[in-house]
């Protein structure tokens, strides 16, 4: 079992930053993939950033060039830092763990953190 808990998210005015975090809990954080969703409501929860367990990235094609996934073995930690934020950036936060080394991986998601990008 792995327990994710995000932070990090709040208020901020556009064009400003802020830095998510999201800490797991046991032993497998060394050999996940590391996800960033968000999703507004009504809407399906979309991918934001992912990072492979060898520290490959990927980002959906709005946040490119403004947010960066990153990760910290030892603290068990990833982050998403986000920068130059637009209103559109507003939605609830998920972090998502999956192991990378078994082919049907179960998903685990953290609680969720709101950012709220004001115009």
């Known amino acids: 079992q792995v327990q994710l808990v995000e932070s990090g998210g709040g208020l901020v005015q556009a064009g400003g930053s802020l830095r998510l975090s999201c800490a797991a809990s046991?032993?497998?954080?060394?050999?996940?993939?590391m996800t960033w969703y968000r999703q507004v409501p009504g809407k399906q929860r979309d991918l934001v950033a992912t990072?492979?367990?060898?520290?490959?990235?990927n980002y959906a094609d709005s946040v490119k060039g403004r947010f960066t996934i990153s990760r910290d073995n030892a603290k068990n930690t990833v982050y998403l830092q986000m920068n130059s934020l637009k209103p559109e950036d507003t939605a609830v936060y998920y972090c998502?763990?999956?192991?990378?080394?078994?082919?049907?991986?179960?998903?685990?998601w953290g609680q969720g953190t709101q950012v709220t990008v004001s115009s």
């Open positions: 990072i492979t367990s060898g520290g490959s990235t």
């Open positions: 046991g032993s497998i954080f060394s050999i996940s993939d």
């Open positions: 998502n763990a999956r192991r990378s080394d078994v082919p049907l991986p179960v998903p685990f």
